[in-house]
């Protein structure tokens, strides 16, 4: 990991933590209580605007960055479920990749896919089926997969 990586963690981290809205709920509290001291100046307003509008700037950096390598990593777990099961489609792996028309089509296809187990009450029959079959040979989602197989077409 780099500086930057290591820097953005540790940061992210400390300001998640709720000592970090503690102290901004302090310096405001000190920013308040100046501003009789200092008249209500312009400079006084001024400190406050640019302090909050700099964090505010670098933090939505900060979590951005710290969003990207979340998702990623959820992302590569996910992957790694789907590879891992019987039943899974593989071919879902890459869905964060596809156009706003495959993601639609593939919506349509798995609404309807759990429509028609809903109208047909297998999907009671499979999750009772679940715990009795895990010692048998096979897959307890094989009744399924085909199904599952083409979700595109």
Sequence with gaps: MNFFDRAASHIAHAMGHASAFAVACFIIVIWAAMG??????????????????????????LIQNTQNRDNHALHLKIDELLRALDAADTRLVDLEERSEQDLEQLRKHYKA??????????AGQSEENASDSRGTEGSRNQSLRRRVQDPTS
């Design 36 to 61: 009789p001291v200092l008249g209500y100046s312009d400079t006084w307003q001024l400190v406050i605007n640019t302090s909050t509008t700099i964090v505010t700037f670098l933090m939505v950096f």
């Design 113 to 122: 896919l759990a429509t028609d187990l809903a109208e047909n009450g297998e």
